[in-house]
Protein backbone atom coordinates (compact mmCIF):
# COMPACT_ATOMS: atom_id res chain seq x y z
CA UNK A 1 0.00 0.00 0.00
CA UNK A 2 2.66 2.55 0.96
CA UNK A 3 4.64 1.74 -2.38
CA UNK A 4 1.26 2.52 -4.28
CA UNK A 5 0.84 5.82 -2.11
CA UNK A 6 4.47 6.82 -3.37
CA UNK A 7 3.58 6.04 -6.94
CA UNK A 8 0.56 8.06 -6.94
CA UNK A 9 2.27 11.01 -5.05
CA UNK A 10 5.14 10.38 -8.05
CA UNK A 11 2.64 10.86 -10.73
CA UNK A 12 1.11 13.93 -9.15
CA UNK A 13 4.48 15.91 -8.25
CA UNK A 14 5.48 14.74 -12.12
CA UNK A 15 2.32 16.80 -13.26
CA UNK A 16 2.34 19.83 -11.27
CA UNK A 17 6.18 20.12 -12.08
CA UNK A 18 5.70 19.49 -15.87
CA UNK A 19 2.94 22.42 -15.86
CA UNK A 20 5.20 24.91 -14.08
CA UNK A 21 8.35 23.66 -16.25
CA UNK A 22 6.36 24.28 -19.28
CA UNK A 23 4.74 27.76 -18.33
CA UNK A 24 8.67 29.08 -17.27
CA UNK A 25 10.28 27.73 -20.54
CA UNK A 26 7.55 28.83 -23.37
CA UNK A 27 7.61 32.21 -20.78
CA UNK A 28 11.57 32.80 -20.90
CA UNK A 29 11.89 31.37 -24.50
CA UNK A 30 9.53 33.91 -26.40
CA UNK A 31 10.85 36.49 -24.75
CA UNK A 32 14.34 35.80 -25.17
CA UNK A 33 13.50 35.24 -28.79
CA UNK A 34 12.44 39.54 -28.82
CA UNK A 35 15.19 40.24 -26.87
CA UNK A 36 17.97 38.35 -29.40
CA UNK A 37 16.42 39.63 -32.32
CA UNK A 38 15.97 35.74 -33.24
CA UNK A 39 12.38 34.13 -34.76
CA UNK A 40 10.51 32.24 -31.96
CA UNK A 41 10.45 29.58 -34.50
CA UNK A 42 14.09 28.71 -34.48
CA UNK A 43 13.56 29.16 -30.65
CA UNK A 44 10.97 26.73 -30.17
CA UNK A 45 12.67 24.45 -32.94
CA UNK A 46 16.53 24.41 -31.06
CA UNK A 47 16.07 25.67 -27.53
CA UNK A 48 12.66 24.40 -26.50
CA UNK A 49 12.97 21.37 -28.53
CA UNK A 50 16.17 20.05 -27.72
CA UNK A 51 15.29 21.16 -23.92
CA UNK A 52 12.02 19.37 -23.75
CA UNK A 53 14.20 16.39 -25.04
CA UNK A 54 16.41 15.90 -22.51
CA UNK A 55 14.46 13.12 -20.99
CA UNK A 56 15.34 11.14 -24.23
CA UNK A 57 18.78 11.31 -24.26
CA UNK A 58 18.86 10.40 -20.29
CA UNK A 59 17.27 7.32 -20.79
CA UNK A 60 18.60 7.25 -24.65
CA UNK A 61 22.35 7.24 -22.74
CA UNK A 62 21.75 5.01 -19.42
CA UNK A 63 19.75 2.67 -22.03
CA UNK A 64 23.17 2.23 -24.27
CA UNK A 65 25.17 2.34 -21.31
CA UNK A 66 23.21 -0.62 -19.56
CA UNK A 67 22.58 -2.46 -22.81
CA UNK A 68 18.87 -2.33 -23.26
CA UNK A 69 19.19 -1.09 -26.70
CA UNK A 70 16.00 -1.49 -28.17
CA UNK A 71 14.90 0.44 -25.07
CA UNK A 72 16.49 3.36 -26.43
CA UNK A 73 15.48 2.69 -30.31
CA UNK A 74 11.82 1.85 -28.65
CA UNK A 75 11.97 5.27 -27.09
CA UNK A 76 13.33 7.49 -29.38
CA UNK A 77 10.66 5.85 -32.18
CA UNK A 78 8.04 6.16 -29.90
CA UNK A 79 8.33 9.49 -29.07
CA UNK A 80 9.02 10.87 -32.45
CA UNK A 81 5.48 9.27 -32.78
CA UNK A 82 3.39 10.12 -30.02
CA UNK A 83 5.07 14.46 -30.88
CA UNK A 84 3.42 14.04 -34.08
CA UNK A 85 0.04 12.56 -33.22
CA UNK A 86 0.02 13.24 -30.16
CA UNK A 87 1.41 16.31 -29.13
CA UNK A 88 0.37 18.29 -32.43
CA UNK A 89 -3.02 16.86 -32.40
CA UNK A 90 -3.78 17.75 -28.67
CA UNK A 91 -2.64 21.28 -29.54
CA UNK A 92 -4.58 21.84 -32.67
CA UNK A 93 -7.60 20.56 -30.95
CA UNK A 94 -6.80 23.25 -28.38
CA UNK A 95 -6.40 26.30 -30.74
CA UNK A 96 -5.21 25.69 -34.92
CA UNK A 97 -1.94 26.09 -35.46
CA UNK A 98 -0.64 28.47 -38.40
CA UNK A 99 2.66 27.02 -39.60
CA UNK A 100 5.83 28.64 -40.78
CA UNK A 101 6.82 28.38 -44.24
CA UNK A 102 10.55 27.79 -43.60
CA UNK A 103 8.79 24.66 -41.66
CA UNK A 104 7.41 23.59 -44.65
CA UNK A 105 10.08 24.30 -47.16
CA UNK A 106 13.33 22.79 -44.26
CA UNK A 107 12.54 21.71 -41.21
CA UNK A 108 9.61 19.14 -41.96
CA UNK A 109 11.45 17.68 -45.23
CA UNK A 110 14.91 17.19 -43.07
CA UNK A 111 12.51 15.57 -40.42
CA UNK A 112 11.06 13.00 -42.86
CA UNK A 113 14.86 13.03 -44.30
CA UNK A 114 16.47 11.85 -40.80
CA UNK A 115 13.70 9.31 -40.51
CA UNK A 116 14.30 7.78 -43.93
CA UNK A 117 17.95 8.20 -43.03
CA UNK A 118 17.47 6.07 -39.57
CA UNK A 119 15.89 3.30 -41.41
CA UNK A 120 18.84 3.06 -44.16
CA UNK A 121 21.45 2.83 -41.01
CA UNK A 122 19.26 0.59 -39.56
CA UNK A 123 18.36 -1.87 -42.18
CA UNK A 124 21.36 -3.89 -41.34
CA UNK A 125 19.95 -5.00 -37.76
CA UNK A 126 22.52 -2.04 -36.07
CA UNK A 127 23.06 1.46 -35.38
CA UNK A 128 27.12 1.52 -35.38
CA UNK A 129 29.43 3.73 -34.09
CA UNK A 130 30.14 5.30 -37.50
CA UNK A 131 26.48 6.29 -37.75
CA UNK A 132 26.38 7.45 -34.56
CA UNK A 133 28.53 9.95 -35.22
CA UNK A 134 27.11 11.04 -38.54
CA UNK A 135 23.97 11.70 -37.23
CA UNK A 136 25.51 13.67 -34.01
CA UNK A 137 27.28 15.69 -36.66
CA UNK A 138 24.50 15.74 -38.56
CA UNK A 139 22.52 17.79 -35.30
CA UNK A 140 25.37 20.40 -35.16
CA UNK A 141 25.45 21.20 -38.82
CA UNK A 142 21.23 21.70 -38.70
CA UNK A 143 21.58 23.94 -35.16
CA UNK A 144 24.22 26.45 -36.97
CA UNK A 145 21.94 26.22 -40.03
CA UNK A 146 19.11 27.07 -38.05
CA UNK A 147 20.56 30.11 -36.31
CA UNK A 148 22.30 31.44 -39.46
CA UNK A 149 18.72 31.35 -41.49
CA UNK A 150 17.11 33.65 -38.44
CA UNK A 151 20.00 35.77 -38.66
CA UNK A 152 19.92 36.22 -41.93
CA UNK A 153 15.91 37.29 -42.09
CA UNK A 154 15.88 41.26 -42.38
CA UNK A 155 15.56 43.61 -39.50
CA UNK A 156 12.11 44.68 -40.50
CA UNK A 157 10.52 41.47 -40.59
CA UNK A 158 11.53 40.24 -37.50
CA UNK A 159 10.80 43.58 -36.01
CA UNK A 160 7.34 42.76 -37.13
CA UNK A 161 7.05 39.26 -35.95
CA UNK A 162 7.78 40.99 -32.63
CA UNK A 163 6.29 44.07 -32.02
CA UNK A 164 3.90 43.36 -29.39
CA UNK A 165 6.33 41.75 -27.27
CA UNK A 166 9.60 43.20 -28.07
CA UNK A 167 10.90 44.10 -24.02
CA UNK A 168 13.60 46.39 -22.82
CA UNK A 169 16.95 45.55 -23.39
CA UNK A 170 18.09 45.94 -20.27
CA UNK A 171 20.51 42.79 -18.82
CA UNK A 172 18.02 41.89 -15.98
CA UNK A 173 15.15 41.50 -18.57
CA UNK A 174 18.14 38.99 -20.04
CA UNK A 175 19.29 37.45 -16.71
CA UNK A 176 15.40 36.96 -15.48
CA UNK A 177 14.17 34.91 -18.54
CA UNK A 178 17.00 33.00 -19.34
CA UNK A 179 16.69 31.79 -15.26
CA UNK A 180 13.26 31.45 -16.20
CA UNK A 181 13.94 28.59 -18.98
CA UNK A 182 16.83 26.99 -17.08
CA UNK A 183 14.23 26.62 -14.41
CA UNK A 184 11.60 25.12 -16.59
CA UNK A 185 14.26 22.63 -18.20
CA UNK A 186 14.91 21.30 -14.41
CA UNK A 187 11.38 21.47 -13.72
CA UNK A 188 10.34 19.56 -16.87
CA UNK A 189 13.35 17.07 -15.88
CA UNK A 190 12.26 16.30 -12.78
CA UNK A 191 8.95 16.37 -13.50
CA UNK A 192 9.25 13.93 -16.19
CA UNK A 193 11.08 11.21 -13.77
CA UNK A 194 8.54 11.24 -11.25
CA UNK A 195 6.14 10.85 -13.51
CA UNK A 196 7.72 7.75 -15.49
CA UNK A 197 9.06 6.33 -12.31
CA UNK A 198 5.23 6.08 -10.99
CA UNK A 199 3.59 5.04 -13.94
CA UNK A 200 6.42 2.01 -14.20
CA UNK A 201 5.89 1.24 -10.41
CA UNK A 202 2.51 0.98 -10.86
CA UNK A 203 1.95 -1.21 -14.33
CA UNK A 204 4.72 -3.63 -13.02
CA UNK A 205 2.30 -3.85 -10.04
CA UNK A 206 -0.35 -4.34 -12.30
CA UNK A 207 1.57 -7.15 -14.14
CA UNK A 208 2.25 -5.12 -17.34
CA UNK A 209 5.11 -6.51 -19.18
CA UNK A 210 8.19 -4.45 -19.58
CA UNK A 211 8.44 -3.81 -23.23
CA UNK A 212 5.07 -2.53 -22.87
CA UNK A 213 5.91 -0.27 -20.14
CA UNK A 214 8.83 0.93 -22.11
CA UNK A 215 7.36 1.40 -25.45
CA UNK A 216 3.86 3.30 -23.98
CA UNK A 217 4.60 4.62 -20.30
CA UNK A 218 8.72 5.50 -20.92
CA UNK A 219 7.84 7.07 -24.52
CA UNK A 220 5.06 8.57 -22.98
CA UNK A 221 6.81 9.75 -20.37
CA UNK A 222 9.82 10.89 -21.38
CA UNK A 223 7.53 12.97 -24.41
CA UNK A 224 5.44 14.92 -21.47
CA UNK A 225 7.45 17.92 -21.37
CA UNK A 226 6.88 18.27 -25.07
CA UNK A 227 3.07 17.99 -24.31
CA UNK A 228 3.06 20.26 -21.78
CA UNK A 229 5.30 22.83 -23.24
CA UNK A 230 3.24 22.54 -26.92
CA UNK A 231 -0.59 22.96 -25.00
CA UNK A 232 0.92 25.69 -22.78
CA UNK A 233 2.72 27.67 -26.25
CA UNK A 234 -1.28 26.86 -28.01
CA UNK A 235 -2.74 28.92 -25.06
CA UNK A 236 -0.44 31.66 -24.88
CA UNK A 237 -0.01 32.30 -29.14
CA UNK A 238 3.13 31.26 -29.34
CA UNK A 239 2.25 28.88 -32.36
CA UNK A 240 5.38 28.68 -33.89
CA UNK A 241 6.73 27.70 -30.65
CA UNK A 242 4.28 24.95 -30.57
CA UNK A 243 4.74 23.44 -33.87
CA UNK A 244 8.67 24.17 -33.79
CA UNK A 245 9.02 22.16 -30.32
CA UNK A 246 7.65 18.91 -32.00
CA UNK A 247 8.88 18.57 -34.94
CA UNK A 248 12.98 20.17 -33.59
CA UNK A 249 11.86 17.29 -30.93
CA UNK A 250 11.59 14.39 -33.68
CA UNK A 251 15.09 16.18 -35.35
CA UNK A 252 16.65 15.78 -32.34
CA UNK A 253 15.84 12.22 -30.90
CA UNK A 254 16.99 10.87 -34.15
CA UNK A 255 20.28 13.42 -34.62
CA UNK A 256 21.39 13.29 -31.01
CA UNK A 257 19.54 11.04 -28.92
CA UNK A 258 19.82 8.04 -31.21
CA UNK A 259 23.09 9.53 -32.79
CA UNK A 260 25.16 9.66 -29.29
CA UNK A 261 23.23 6.50 -27.82
CA UNK A 262 25.19 4.43 -30.30
CA UNK A 263 28.33 6.59 -30.68
CA UNK A 264 28.66 5.53 -26.80
CA UNK A 265 27.16 2.15 -26.98
CA UNK A 266 30.24 -0.40 -27.29
CA UNK A 267 28.28 -2.28 -29.96
CA UNK A 268 26.30 0.44 -30.84
CA UNK A 269 22.59 0.21 -30.76
CA UNK A 270 20.42 -2.89 -31.54
CA UNK A 271 17.95 -2.30 -34.12
CA UNK A 272 14.99 -5.11 -33.87
CA UNK A 273 13.05 -6.95 -36.74
CA UNK A 274 9.90 -4.90 -35.60
CA UNK A 275 11.11 -1.88 -35.39
CA UNK A 276 12.35 -1.96 -39.05
CA UNK A 277 9.73 -3.84 -40.13
CA UNK A 278 6.42 -1.59 -38.55
CA UNK A 279 7.37 1.02 -35.96
CA UNK A 280 9.91 2.75 -37.74
CA UNK A 281 7.82 3.06 -41.28
CA UNK A 282 5.10 4.01 -39.22
CA UNK A 283 7.11 7.20 -37.79
CA UNK A 284 7.92 7.73 -41.62
CA UNK A 285 4.39 7.83 -43.00
CA UNK A 286 3.73 9.96 -40.18
CA UNK A 287 6.40 12.74 -41.16
CA UNK A 288 5.35 12.53 -44.52
CA UNK A 289 1.40 13.43 -43.18
CA UNK A 290 2.59 16.74 -42.05
CA UNK A 291 3.90 18.30 -45.56
CA UNK A 292 0.09 18.30 -46.82
CA UNK A 293 -1.24 18.86 -43.55
CA UNK A 294 1.13 21.75 -42.97
CA UNK A 295 1.12 22.57 -46.81
CA UNK A 296 -2.78 23.42 -46.92
CA UNK A 297 -3.51 26.85 -45.77
CA UNK A 298 -0.27 26.95 -43.57
CA UNK A 299 -2.64 25.80 -41.10
CA UNK A 300 -3.25 23.17 -38.71
CA UNK A 301 -6.73 22.65 -38.31
CA UNK A 302 -9.46 21.19 -35.61
CA UNK A 303 -10.44 18.64 -37.64
CA UNK A 304 -6.50 17.75 -38.56
CA UNK A 305 -5.50 17.37 -35.28
CA UNK A 306 -8.04 15.06 -34.18
CA UNK A 307 -7.47 13.14 -37.11
CA UNK A 308 -3.49 13.17 -35.70
CA UNK A 309 -5.05 12.12 -32.57
CA UNK A 310 -7.27 9.32 -33.54
CA UNK A 311 -4.12 7.96 -35.53
CA UNK A 312 -2.16 7.48 -32.31
CA UNK A 313 -5.30 6.09 -30.33
CA UNK A 314 -5.18 3.50 -33.01
CA UNK A 315 -1.41 2.65 -33.32
CA UNK A 316 -1.05 2.61 -29.17
CA UNK A 317 -3.98 0.21 -29.15
CA UNK A 318 -2.47 -1.91 -31.73
CA UNK A 319 0.92 -1.94 -30.20
CA UNK A 320 -0.29 -3.31 -26.93
CA UNK A 321 -2.60 -5.94 -28.50
CA UNK A 322 0.31 -7.03 -30.50
CA UNK A 323 2.56 -6.97 -27.34
CA UNK A 324 0.02 -8.91 -26.05
CA UNK A 325 -0.84 -11.47 -28.83
CA UNK A 326 -4.15 -10.97 -28.88
CA UNK A 327 -6.51 -12.70 -31.93
CA UNK A 328 -7.96 -9.24 -32.30
CA UNK A 329 -4.43 -7.36 -33.38
CA UNK A 330 -3.89 -9.05 -36.64
CA UNK A 331 -7.85 -7.64 -37.47
CA UNK A 332 -7.01 -4.23 -36.27
CA UNK A 333 -3.61 -4.35 -38.31
CA UNK A 334 -5.55 -4.99 -41.39
CA UNK A 335 -8.27 -2.65 -40.81
CA UNK A 336 -5.15 0.22 -40.22
CA UNK A 337 -3.36 -0.57 -43.48
CA UNK A 338 -7.22 -0.67 -45.06
CA UNK A 339 -8.15 2.47 -43.42
CA UNK A 340 -4.88 4.58 -43.30
CA UNK A 341 -3.91 4.33 -46.89
CA UNK A 342 -7.23 5.64 -48.26
CA UNK A 343 -7.64 8.17 -45.50
CA UNK A 344 -4.15 9.41 -46.80
CA UNK A 345 -5.38 9.62 -49.85
CA UNK A 346 -8.09 11.49 -49.28
CA UNK A 347 -6.13 13.93 -46.79
CA UNK A 348 -3.99 14.50 -50.36
CA UNK A 349 -6.96 15.28 -52.79
CA UNK A 350 -8.31 17.44 -50.37
CA UNK A 351 -5.29 19.34 -49.10
CA UNK A 352 -4.89 19.52 -53.23
CA UNK A 353 -8.00 20.72 -53.90
CA UNK A 354 -7.53 23.68 -51.08
CA UNK A 355 -4.55 24.83 -52.42
CA UNK A 356 -5.65 24.92 -56.11
CA UNK A 357 -8.75 27.30 -53.93
CA UNK A 358 -6.43 29.41 -52.56
CA UNK A 359 -4.63 29.52 -55.88
CA UNK A 360 -7.36 31.40 -57.50
CA UNK A 361 -8.02 33.44 -54.45
CA UNK A 362 -7.30 37.20 -55.65
CA UNK A 363 -6.65 37.64 -51.65
CA UNK A 364 -3.64 34.79 -51.86
CA UNK A 365 -0.54 37.41 -51.84
CA UNK A 366 -2.03 39.12 -48.60
CA UNK A 367 -3.17 35.85 -46.85
CA UNK A 368 0.65 34.12 -47.27
CA UNK A 369 2.64 37.24 -46.47
CA UNK A 370 0.48 36.78 -43.10
CA UNK A 371 0.79 33.04 -42.79
CA UNK A 372 4.40 33.01 -43.89
CA UNK A 373 5.59 35.67 -41.58
Same mark, same amino acid.
Given at each position: ?17 ? &? ?10 ? !? ?26 ? +? ?8 ? &? ?7 ? $? ?15 ? !? ?11 ? +? ?21 ? =? ?37 ? $? ?19 ? $? ?11 ? &? ?12 ? *? ?39 ? $? ?76 ? *? ?6 ? !? ?12 ? =? ?5 ? &? ?7
Amino acid at each position: MTEVTTAVVQILFGLVAL &TAGGELLVRGAS !TLAAIMRISSLVIGLTVVAFGTSAPELA +VGVQAAFSGK &TELAIGNAV $GSNIFNILFVLGLSALI !TPLVVSSQLIRWD +VPLMIFVSVLLLVFGWDGTLSRI =DGVILFGGLLTYVAWSIRQSRRETQARIDEANEDRTPSL $GARILVVNVAFIIGGLLLLGV $GSRGLVSGSITIA &TMLGVSELIIGLTV *VAVGTSLPEVVTSVVAAFRGERDIAVGNAVGSNIFNILCVL $GLSSAIAPSGLEVGTEAIRFDIPVMITVAVACLPIFYTGHLISRWEGGLFFFYYVAYTTYLVLDTMQHEFSRTLGGVM *VAFVIPLT !TVTLLIATYRMARR =DKSPSDS &TQDGVLGA
